[in-house]
């Protein structure tokens, strides 16, 4: 839980996970290896839907994940927790390196 002491944040705006197409435009939105902050890149939605396979790190454990959108867009370690925005500036995902 974060508390902030501010009034009047902006905040995005949530779109529809069930309107997105292929071929649609998207922005990526992140900190790019952690070291380059405000990183935007562009691409497309190249996959719906795709189930894979992920580590939870060096034990070998997999999780796996259902739903997942494929984007061409340039991301890396570090864009991961960023938005991932269709160009009505809603957030339609969260970007996973």
Known sequence: MLKIDAKDLPAVK???SGKI???QTVIAIGNALGMFTNTVSKGI???????ISASLGSGG?????RGVLQT?????QGNSGGPLIDLDGE???INTA
């Not at 454990?61 to 994940?65: D, I, P, S, V, Y």
């Not at 061409?72 to 890396?76: C, F, H, L, R, T």
């Open 21 to 23: 197409e292929l071929g």
């Open 45 to 51: 939605i190249s996959g719906l839907s795709r189930t």
């Open 61 to 65: 454990e997999l999780e796996h994940l």
């Open 72 to 76: 061409d867009v340039a991301i890396n």
């Open 91 to 93: 957030a339609i995902g």
């Open 14 to 16: 949530l779109g529809n």
